[in-house]
């Protein structure tokens, strides 16, 4: 890559990417954008039926869009998606790191199971997507690893102490992979949303418009939650190119808080 022009730094022709929990929400709209810039996008749930409407979306506006699904609950499952992805594509070059479990609970409130849940599903499947695919993308010269964070990895809140403390050693794994590959054409980094306006947080909104309202008003600078797309341009840039001097860092996308 020598050019400088826009089209040159985000094109994704040629690229293969995967983007877990892209059956909805911010992972979906992530999937479209790196659709969009050229890149044939495995779009990951937890069963195929969930992926339909992200897949004929993006075929919909001329991308290539396949399923694949897994429970990233279950051991395995992150290291099975890896070399699914791998086997279908002859090489995968961006995995978004997006699928995540979230239980609201305090610390004295939250069961074994639920920590455990978490655990599996935002670390431990990181692990193993990790250490399936990174010595794959420096084998070919090249990598883009985007990591979704959250502002609560750096300011948890109380009611979501495990979730926070899951992306906190999420963002450290991709510190500690960003230093071992750096130089390998490999490039790993977090993007870290605020609050977002998807199902995760859609029984809220539902149960209580008016506290949904005063809590959106003060959450942050501009006073409002994210739309999912309101994440792609960061991402785009952590996925393609234009990231080519930029690893294990954070990109904050909150609102300003
Ligand atoms: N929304 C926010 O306010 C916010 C704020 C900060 C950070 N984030 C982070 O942003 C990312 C996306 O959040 P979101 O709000 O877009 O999520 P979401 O709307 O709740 O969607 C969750 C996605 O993850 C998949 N998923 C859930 N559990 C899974 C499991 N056990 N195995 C495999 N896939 C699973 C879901 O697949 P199915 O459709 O098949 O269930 C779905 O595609 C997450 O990492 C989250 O922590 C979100």
Redesign the pocket.
Known sequence: MTGYSPQELFDLSGRCALV?????????AIAQGLAAAGARVFV????PA??ARTVVAIEAAGGRAEAVA????EPG?GAALIAECEARAGGLDILVI?????INAPLAGLSDADLTFQID?NLRSTVEMLRTCLPLMAARGWGRVVS?????QSAPKPVVTA?AAT?AAQHNLIQSQAREYAGSGVVLNTL??????????AQRKLSDPEGWDAYVAGVNWMGR?GE?HEMVGAALLLASDACSFMTGEVIVLSGGV
């Open positions: 877990t929990g892209s059956s909805r929400g911010i992972g979906a990951h749930g937890q069963a969930s992926c897994g429970n990233l609950a499952q997006n699928a995540s479990a979230q599903v979704i964070g959250s502002i609560n979730y992306k870290a949303p605020g609050l977002i306006d998807t199902d995760r947080n939650a999912p």
